[in-house]
């Protein structure tokens, strides 16, 4: 009897053992064209560089659907299980984005998923910050989830170097053997990131204005990196100003004499068409990148590159003209 029960123990403790093992196991596939591997990611910004850097031995796409505003997203239980069952989940990190903190922590094998802002230097990461003016919620149906960090640091180029340094690192490791591959991709990207950095630095060095009005406040990282101040009509977290707040604003706006408001393409609501309506200003639009709409969706010659450089042209307006 003792004899069955210490073989039985052993049993127990093997099949334990081996199934902690394997939770941590890199997952070696054979990678080819005809057996990608298969990439979700949060933001658009991280799809595009892991669908450049991947190239043909990727399969890539973004968690949300289009048009969506991260900030209400919600995946289902469904959506939840797809992603666990790819080869990566890439995200920013579990303070910017508590969503995706929930994400990661159903999948247990650490190689399967990438938060490519962990190794960030926190000097480099902004904070969050409740937004000066005050919402009433209006639909008590609605909850943010924040996080305690900026969670937008996807449209920055410097640190998005870094982003793509750690997306190919992890691609080399989960397929050596199109190394080449991958370090050739990501040196063509790095280049344009490094272009695009100019250009702001070019746009801001002497600019004429040092605020930026946007729908909201998603473009707290470029604000820093190259000395502007970004003014949200909507947080942060895109919380709805009050009705007397929104009238604050549209004064704020004329006071200042800002000829300018860019608008992105995922926030749109009553309070930019008062915006717009009330205030004397000119549109300019502006791509935050945390998802495309639908018809962007159904092109494939969108990535950050392009629409970073219809971001600056707008930005350059805002702040020059
Ligand atoms: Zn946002
Ligand atoms: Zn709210």
């Known amino acids: 009897m003792k004899k069955i029960i210490i073989l039985v123990l052993t049993c127990v403790i093997t099949i334990v053992v081996s199934a902690c093992g394997n939770m941590n196991k890199e997952v ?24 450049q850097i991947g190239g043909k031995y990727v399969d890539v796409a973004s968690i949300y659907p289009p048009g969506a505003d991260l ?24 303070e910017m984005d508590p969503v995706a903190k929930k994400i990661a922590s159903s999948i247990n094998n650490s190689h399967l998923k990438l938060p490519v802002a962990e190794g960030i230097s926190s000097k480099e990461i902004l904070e969050s910050h409740e937004h000066e ?10 909850s943010h989830e924040a996080g305690s960090e900026d969670p937008h640091v996807w449209l920055d180029p410097v640190l998005n170097k870094k982003f793509a340094k750690v997306i190919k690192d992890d691609l080399v490791k989960k397929d ?24 702001m630095k070019h746009i801001t060095k002497h600019a004429k204005r040092d605020k930026v009005i946007i729908s909201h406040d998603s473009i ?4 820093h990196r190259y000395g502007f101040e970004q003014e949200g009509v909507s947080g942060m977290n895109n919380e709805e100003p009050s009705q007397r707040d929104l009238m604050d604003i549209v004064h704020q706006i004329d006071d200042t004499k800002q000829p300018y ?12 068409d008062v915006i717009q309506k009330e205030s004397h200003t000119t549109p300019l639009s502006f791509h935050n990148m945390a998802s495309l709409s639908k ?14 450089q219809q971001n600056i042209k707008s930005l350059d307006k805002a702040l020059n003209e």
């Open 176 to 199: 050596p053997s199109h190394k080449a591959y991958y370090e050739k991709n990501y040196k063509t990207l790095r280049g344009d990131l490094e272009h695009i950095d100019q250009e």
């Open 71 to 94: 900030h209400s997203f919600e995946p289902t239980q469904k959506e939840m299980v797809n992603i666990a069952k790819g080869d990566l989940f890439i995200y920013s990190n579990n």
């Open 295 to 308: 018809a962007e969706a159904n092109q494939n010659n969108i990535s950050y590159q392009t629409l970073m």
């Open 261 to 272: 408001v860019l608008y992105e393409q995922n926030i749109s609501s009553k309070v930019t």
């Open 133 to 142: 003016h005050e919402h009433e919620h209006e639909d008590e149906t609605h």
């Open 28 to 51: 070696k596939k054979d990678v080819s064209s005809n057996n990608k591997l298969k990439i979700y990611t949060t933001a658009f910004a991280f799809q595009s560089f892991t669908e």
């Open 220 to 223: 707290g990282y470029l604000a």
